[in-house]
């Protein structure tokens, strides 16, 4: 943790009390080092969507305490109204999602983060990790979801110029 004190971190004083929240470029695993460091720095009660795959022992172990819950497809289960139910349920709560999916790069992101927001009625907050500046923030907090169009447009703008550790590995999205 001692490379992190050389990074900054940029929050946003009016957050909401529930959201999900994307991040991008990601790129790395460390991508999840810094992004849990930045949340604890918040102090936001969070949960990482992942992966249902990285969940076997002991690793799901750890997986678990560093806040993660298994998503995939699973036969009778839908992750987006699952998502919605935890986010009904909890006074406070955002969901951390990267709608890349994996490492390699991708400029079909998952739309799942964007279906969860719209409904559950949450907005969808937009962070970064930006490897080049040393810095992880939030871009924006975009609460008029209704359009998937003009949504998947703010976002591509907001990341444009935002560097990856593995840049090569990052495309903006496209609908």
Not at 31 to 42: E, H, N, R, T
Request: glycine content about 6%.
């Amino acid at each position: 943790f001692i490379g992190l004190t050389k990074w900054s971190f940029c929050g946003i004083s009016n957050m909401p009390c529930k959201s999900i929240i994307i991040v991008a470029p990601h790129t790395s695993y460390w991508d999840a080092v810094i992004g849990k460091y930045f949340l604890l720095k918040l102090g936001l009660h969070h949960k990482f969507l992942s992966k249902k795959s990285l969940f076997w022992f002991p690793f799901n172990i750890f997986l678990r305490l560093f806040g993660c819950i298994p998503v995939g497809r699973v036969k009778g289960r839908n992750s987006i109204n699952e998502v919605c139910k935890m986010l009904h349920q909890a006074n406070n709560l955002h969901i951390i999602i990267c709608p890349e999916g994996g490492f390699a790069p991708t400029r079909k992101w998952n739309p799942g983060f964007y279906y969860m927001a719209l409904k559950a009625n949450v907005p969808i907050i937009v962070a970064y990790i930006d490897y080049k500046r040393k810095e992880a923030g939030i871009k924006k907090i975009i609460y008029k979801t209704d359009d998937m169009k003009q949504v998947y447009n703010e976002i591509r703008d907001l990341y444009s110029g935002v560097t990856a550790k593995y840049p090569e590995k990052f495309e903006l999205p496209e609908i």
